[in-house]
Nanobody, 119 residues
């Protein structure tokens, strides 16, 4: 089993920044790909960004490219999502997830952290 705990959410004004953290514990060696997802009010959950533990390949959804940066600290088993130039449409619950490899379903999920962006 792998446990994921997110932190760093909060309320911020449009144009502001937040950094989310996802601490992984347990059988982290069984995970290869870490992702961030979000679910806005009345919306379905959507992919935001992903990164591999090694070699650190990243992917982003188009709406956050140039504004969000995903990174990881392998020694700390932690993944980060640096969010800048935030917009009200970025509001939602942000979830961290882990997958054993690319191309398969994310198997482990955190409890989520709320991000609210006011206009």
């Amino acid at each position: 089993q792998v446990q994921l705990v997110e932190s760093g959410g909060g309320l911020v004004q449009a144009g502001g920044s937040l950094r989310l953290s996802c601490a992984a514990s347990g059988r982290t060696g069984s995970t290869y790909l870490m992702g961030w997802f979000r679910q806005g009010p009345g919306k379905e959950r959507e992919f935001v960004a992903s990164i591999t533990w090694s070699p650190g390949n990243t992917r982003y959804t188009n709406s956050v490219k140039g504004r969000f940066t995903i990174s990881r600290d392998n020694a700390m088993n932690t993944v980060y999502l640096q969010m800048s130039s935030l917009k009200p449409e970025d509001t939602g619950v942000y979830y961290c997830a882990a997958a054993p490899m690319e191309g398969v379903e994310y198997r482990y999920w955190g409890q989520g952290t709320q991000v609210s962006v006011s206009s």
